[in-house]
């Protein structure tokens, strides 16, 4: 029996951990570790949107929606940057919607950027900008410029689009843009009954109210 017993202990030996299964084990756990690091890196750190937005390229467009229709300008930000970019500015606070064209006169323009059909009016909050000039922009038909207290004068948030070329404006107020669709609601809105609140110089405030509904801008 005891031979027995010596045979079946030979025959049985204690088992021993392999050294190289135990460094395959570590090595396991490492991986485990470093690629656990690299999906959160990867999931907070700021990167590159990868949607299909577009990337906004050429001028923007001023889409400006009133209720006797929809006038689409496109902006000069490439010629004209100092002006558009404070009209942009004023659009994105939404500054524009719910005022109304405020002096008409068929012919030459129309006005807006100051009052609400209540009456009461609103300044910009950012200001006077400073005149900008280019000679390359004029006040032809369809063209928005910047209203001003003065020639040569920058404004702030009040603007007019030309029903009819009026380049007797030019070197004198900021164009910055020319309307590229609507120029007929341009016209009707010019020719709606108005008062002479503005007298010599021309065009009065409309009798039924024309009111921008809102302004937005958009990339084509």
Do not use: W
């Amino acid at each position: 029996m005891e031979d027995d017993v010596k045979t079946r202990k030979r025959s049985n030996p204690a088992q021993k951990k392999s050294p190289l299964k135990n460094r395959g084990v570590q090595i396991g756990v490492v991986l485990v570790v470093i690629i656990f690091i690299a999906v959160s890196v990867y999931a907070f750190y700021p990167r590159t949107p990868t949607d299909n937005t577009p990337t906004p390229t050429g001028n923007p467009i001023a889409v400006i929606s009133t209720t006797m229709g929809t006038i689409k300008v496109e902006l000069y930000a490439d010629e004209m940057p100092i002006t558009t970019a404070n009209f942009v500015k004023l659009v994105n606070d939404g500054f524009y919607n719910g005022m109304i064209f405020h002096r008409v006169m068929e012919g030459f323009m129309i006005q807006a950027g100051y009052m609400f059909p209540d009456g009461t009016t609103e300044e910009s909050p950012y200001g006077s900008i400073e005149y900008e000039d280019n000679a390359d922009v004029t006040h032809v038909d369809g063209a928005i410029s910047m209203a001003s207290t003065a020639d040569r004068v920058g404004g702030s948030s009040q603007f007019f689009i030309c029903d009819g070329a009026q380049h007797g404006l030019d070197g004198r107020y900021a164009a910055f843009g020319k309307t590229i669709e609507g120029q007929d609601v341009v016209t009707a809105i010019s020719h709606v009954p108005r008062d002479n609140s503005y007298g010599s110089v021309g065009g009065g405030k409309p009798t039924t109210d024309v009111i921008i509904n809102s302004i937005t801008i958009t990339y084509e």
